[in-house]
């Protein structure tokens, strides 16, 4: 580790996780021009498919770089002081509201720290964390595509990485799939796996560095083709999520009025709102889907629904499990639906459609984590680690790519300093404190909750179930009030009769499964 090197570190991918490594790298002693990140995304955050919502205060720690962060980023759209959680069928909509006056400094306190969650437009945050990545003197290069990562001792001509990805002509799938690699000699392959990483190669030319970061988000092809993480999500629909995202223009004014959201001031971001939605929507469309295609009957589409508020705009979409999905429907048709849907629609009424797209990614957990994290020379963080959440309530993966980046920092820094940048000296500093870390503590903590959700059960019946019985405890006709028990119980015995699809979990258990969900969450 004694050679002279272009760089200390190389960094790949300029988001949340990359930049917050670099920062972290910079309070470690490392001197910026030390530093290079880049990012294929021209101008960076061009490719980030919109935003999300960003939880906690990770960013405070950067504050000598970022400033009043909160305040001052462009794409920091709206403090989230609302939150739903929401069970919609095709008529119904039952909602579950949490509103906190502390989250945006009106219940008592003004202390900003209070505030600990943000919808933000990636776009806009990503190229300003850019520019001040830059001012802090670090060298950041928009529009680089890394085709490979440099082995020491191995000459990146001798293979192409993308072989390492993809799989032979007509080899099957899943883990009987056969992979370009496969048909390498056995000592390159060896080498490709395990060697010790030096750099990174972009159009035939090589920059050194002693430690390679790979933050390059989810569906890294970097962590698969160079081993940290397993191959087999690339070509099976098993536990992979298509998301679809839409950006909606309704203006300030009516967002606010809207919403119930104040306008901000010069102390406060403007507030908003954000919801998690289990939806039960497609079942004639899925009966359409069968007659056409008997081989998926008994499939139901398992779609989840999102919506929140920027400052400007709101980001509404569905993310569905590609193995649910019945061949002859289209997600398209899916997103339609949901945004036909009475309640989302009135949400949107006015609005036009200024972005939209999709992401394909895999549902991550402590079962699809990569198998490792570190390399002679190299690790991984934040979304191309897998460090994603969620339980239904909450879908994190920002503040976890930003802590992630904080860890990977502080122990780059010290293994630098020691001299020993090895698979086992990042494991001893990165990889422990990360399984240290709240990231694993939560993700242990709610390891059973990605299945709970998943039962077809909540993308079905369950959404239906209440949304019905509410609409009859609620409503008032001049009859004699039904006890709620009753009316659920009547609501289900309808519901088995129109739909004997999904009559398994109907019974006691899955009322006690019902029962359970807030537990679970």
Partial sequence: MDEETDFDVIVIGAGFAGAATAFQLLKEGIEGDRILVVDRGDPIGGKNMTGGILWGRELDDFKEYLGNWEMDCPGIERCINHKKVGFLNNEDALFIE???????????????????????LRAKTDAWMAEKMEEAGIFVMAGIKIDQLNIDGLEHTSYDARDLTDPSKDSGVGKAQKWKIDSLPRELVDKIRN?????????????????????????????????????????????????????IHLGKERIDERFNCFPGDDERPPSGMAMELALSLYREMSHE?????????????????????????????????????????????????????????????????IEYGGHLCPEYGLRRMPHRFTRDGALVVGDAAGLVFANGMQIQGMNYAIHSGKLAGAAIGNCISRKDVSAKALDATYTKALKASFIFRDLKRF??????????????????????????????????????EKVMLKTRKELRKINKANKKGMGFFGIMRLGLLTRKL
Avoid at 214 to 243: C, P, V, W
Avoid at 330 to 337: I, M, N, W
């Fill in 447 to 484: 390891k059973s909750a990605t299945k709970f959700l998943n039962h077809p059960s909540n993308f079905t019946w369950v959404p239906e179930l209440l949304g019905k019985t509410a609409n009859r405890i609620f409503r008032e006709i001049g009859e004699e009030k039904i006890p709620a």
């Fill in 98 to 120: 949490g509103r906190f006056a502390s989250w945006d400094g009106t219940g008592g306190t003004e202390e900003p720290s209070q505030r600990s969650a943000w919808s933000v």
């Fill in 195 to 247: 060697g010790t990483i030096t750099g990174i190669v972009q159009d035939g030319e090589v920059m050194t560095c002693k430690v390679v970061v790979i933050a390059e988000g989810s569906n890294s092809i970097l962590t698969r083709a160079y081993d940290f993480d397993n191959m087999l999500h690339a070509q099976s629909k098993e536990d992979m999520l298509l998301g679809i995202k839409e950006i």
């Fill in 289 to 353: 889907a069968w007659e056409k295609y008997p081989n998926t009957k008994g499939l139901y589409p398992r779609c989840g629904g999102f919506f929140y508020t920027n400052e400007e705009t709101v980001s509404c979409g569905i993310i569905v499990q590609l193995k649910s999905l019945p061949e002859g429907l289209h997600t398209y048709d899916l997103y339609q639906a949901f945004k036909a849907q009475p309640a989302i629609a009135a949400l949107i009424e006015g609005g036009e459609a």
